[in-house]
């Protein structure tokens, strides 16, 4: 969208400059002076339209490297959380363990 609007003001700012050039040629200098004036007015608008684009990109890629450090840092939360997960199911074998144990030295005790 901002691309546009400034390849526009380009645009025509090219277009008053090639206007410029023409009136140049005419016999009137007021006109051709007139028309430089406002073509440099428009270079220094897209001029201006493309540094607050630059800060826009600078900012959006800022932005984007946060985003980056906040997907590392739920990378790392997501393996850490992995980890427990793995830790609770082996938990939850050792627990199985240990009731097939009980109920084995129940028997036992039973048998005897």
Do not use: C
Not at 57 to 76: W, Y
Request: aromatic fraction near 2%.
């Amino acid at each position: 969208l901002g691309y546009s609007r400034l390849i526009d003001k380009a645009r025509q700012a090219q277009e008053e400059m090639e206007a410029v050039r023409a009136a140049l040629g005419a016999d009137n200098p007021m006109q051709g002076s007139a028309r430089l004036d406002a073509a440099v007015r428009k270079i220094d608008s897209a001029s201006a339209e493309m540094a607050r684009l630059g800060s826009d990109i600078e900012r959006l890629r800022t932005s984007v490297e946060g985003l980056g450090e906040v997907a590392a840092q739920l990378n790392g939360f997501n393996n850490r959380l992995s980890s427990v997960a793995q830790f609770l199911s082996l938990g939850d074998g050792i627990e199985s363990l240990l009731s097939a144990t009980r109920t084995l030295g129940a028997l036992s005790e039973g048998i005897a």
